[in-house]
């Protein structure tokens, strides 16, 4: 076995320094496509309409249980809290999404 | 011969009698229970044998071993910092079990086991349940103040209701994506093979016609490659900033 190269040696602490400083700066992510972005933002809006609905329908059904015959008053505004609910993650998944494709176009700009 | 596209997704017992009772249910051993018990031994069994040689220069089977390892690994670190690298076993675990869930279903004749809400909402729940314990073990009650916004004291009241809503939606539309995303793409491939079979059997001009949606069919399993790996990425992605929440309480607001 022939001594190791100095050059080469060198030429390979550099790279390695450079891959950890690439991992450093973040993790390696697939973007989102748009398809995936419009799925997110649909199922995010209607669970919460749902289970705010759901909530709201299990708050009538334990009254009604316990003699106070609330229905359908809690499910209509439990609806309601339900569909501002949704507006809420709905923004909070695009402020998100932003967020995402901001640190990707910036990952890119320094690769050029 | 017109078949139906959601009978691929019929769940039917393996063997003719229920395995046990649990009040008062029968449990049967079903097509589902095979493919799950088929991911979870193939994932467990190759994760295992790939990394047992520990070459220093991997053999193939080992560096996809240590690049699903270091893939996970990233995510958590980004979405959930230092802290959340203690759940590495439970996020990775998750993250093999969909994806191959996913992959495996690509199979011609297969099952596919994240096609069923009942499976993709039994994970998001148990995601939940431990963002919920680890929220309370970690601030005690004061975790609760997840659901206090900074807003003006005469609309908390109305924001802790929405925020509260807002989080019991999480296992719903972390399962709902996932089932949904799978349910789509299987139907949609079962919906075009049946264009092939019927426009193939309709004769004449017609059946040299049915290449066209067999190219289709090709182009949307190359799709539902990508969505199977897509929403494995999701599910983990989202499980990391849902614990990162629990973790960090209002740090990222």
């Known amino acids: ?25 973040g993790a390696k992510r697939p973007p989102p496509t ?4 419009a799925g997110r933002f649909a199922t995010e809006l209607v669970a919460s309409v749902v ?37 809420r993650n709905v923004m909070r998944t695009a402020t998100e999404i ?3 494709i901001a640190a990707g176009a910036a990952k890119t700009d320094e690769e050029k | 011969m017109a078949t139906n596209p959601m009978e691929q997704f019929a769940i039917k017992p393996l063997v003719e009698n229920p395995l046990f009772q649990i009040g008062g249910h029968d449990i049967y051993f079903t097509n589902q229970s095979l493919l799950m018990v088929i ?49 590495f076993p439970f996020v990775f675990t998750l993250f093999i079990f969909v994806l191959c869930s996913n992959f495996f279903g690509m199979f011609p004749g297969s099952f596919t086991v994240t096609s069923q809400i009942a499976v993709t909402l039994a994970l998001a729940s148990m995601v939940i349940l431990v963002v919920i314990v680890t929220g309370f073990l970690k601030h005690g ?31 719903i539309s972390l399962s709902v994506r996932l089932f949904a995303n799978m349910l789509a793409g299987h139907t949609m491939l079962a919906v075009f093979a049946g264009f092939v079979v019927s426009l193939g059997a309709a004769g004449g001009i017609l059946s040299v016609l049915s290449i066209g949606p067999m190219l289709l069919i090709v182009a ?30 209002h740090d990222h607001h």
């Open chain 1, 1 to 25: 076995m022939t001594a190791p190269d100095p050059d080469r040696l060198n030429d390979l602490g550099r790279r390695v320094d450079e891959a950890k400083k690439r991992q450093a700066a």
């Open chain 1, 34 to 37: 748009q398809m995936g972005i």
């Open chain 1, 51 to 87: 289970v705010g609905g759901g909530l709201g329908w299990g708050i009538d059904w334990l009254f009604g249980h316990f003699g106070f015959p609330t229905r359908p008053v809690f499910m209509i505004v439990f609806f309601m809290l339900g569909s501002a609910a949704g507006i």
């Open chain 2, 39 to 87: 991911v979870a031994l193939a994932s467990a069994l190759f994760l295992t044998f790939a990394v047992k040689p520990g070459r220093l220069v991997p053999t193939r089977s080992q560096s996809m071993a240590e690049i699903s390892y270091e893939f996970v690994a990233n995510i958590i670190h980004s979405a959930a910092g230092n802290e959340g690298l203690k759940f």
């Open chain 2, 141 to 171: 009650i004061r975790f609760l103040t997840l659901f206090v916004p900074k807003a003006p004291i005469y609309i908390l009241p109305l924001l802790m209701l929405i925020e509260f809503i807002s989080f019991c939606t999480r296992p």
């Open chain 2, 220 to 249: 949307i399993m190359l799709l539902e490659l990508l969505v199977a790996f897509l929403q494995a990425y999701v599910f983990a992605i989202l499980t990391c900033i849902y614990l990162n929440e629990a973790l960090h309480l």
């Open chain 1, 98 to 100: 932003n967020t995402e």
